[in-house]
């Protein structure tokens, strides 16, 4: 008989799997207390690197079926959820996504479309995040406004470090006398007018 797991996941102490838990119950899936996994982890941790999961996937076995509530759970990004679900599926473990519609097996041959659709979407999704920022950008330039990371130098410091690298100094020793990265000293190098 297929053992049925749930994998509950938050970020921070402050909130509770306990919602989670019960969601998969109200859904109707008995899951034995010892088979539930409940985690405090961030979920940009990658799921390999989770003890909790590790721990889970240890246990895991062909037949078996993990239950999320929400794909965010398994992972932050799709790639990384993408990746698990191809893991679990390559064990012959299923997983349920209650967010997605709980009876689909994201394994089986709909579960994958369904997963395909869900990347693509992230995929936009980030792609118009940069488009929007690359917009606001040229925007700002337009306008005459100076964008990316202030300078740590004045621009007479900058200025002195451009001639005494002309004078023989090195970035290493330039870099320790202003107090900065060995980077910034070579990014006020190459920022010469």
């Known amino acids: 008989m297929p053992r049925v797991y749930a994998y509950c996941r ?34 940009g941790v990658v799921a390999s690197q989770r003890p909790g999961f590790a721990r889970l996937m240890e246990r895991l076995e062909p037949g078996d079926m993990l ?19 191809e893991n ?13 519609g709980g009876a ?11 997963m395909g659709v869900v990347a693509a979407m992230a995929e936009f999704e980030r792609d118009l995040l940069i488009e929007r920022t690359q917009a606001g950008l040229a925007r ?8 990316g990371r202030p300078w740590r130098l004045t621009e007479q410091e900058r200025r002195s470090v451009r001639d005494r690298l002309g004078a023989g100094a090195t970035v290493s020793q330039l870099a320790r006398e202003f107090g900065v990265d060995r980077r910034l000293i070579q990014r006020a190098r190459a920022a010469a007018p």
């Open 10 to 43: 938050v970020s921070t102490k402050e909130q509770s799997t306990q919602n989670q838990v019960e969601e998969i119950k109200i859904a109707g899936f008995d899951i034995a207390p010892h088979r539930i996994v409940e985690e405090e982890i961030s979920g």
């Open 67 to 85: 239950v999320c509530t929400k794909l965010d759970r398994l992972g932050r990004n799709a790639l990384d959820v993408r990746q698990t679900v």
């Open 88 to 100: 679990l599926a390559a064990r012959g473990v299923k997983v349920a996504c209650l967010g997605l």
């Open 104 to 114: 689909t097996d994201l394994t089986s041959s709909a579960g994958k479309m369904l």
């Open 140 to 147: 700002a330039k337009a306008e005459g406004r100076v964008t």
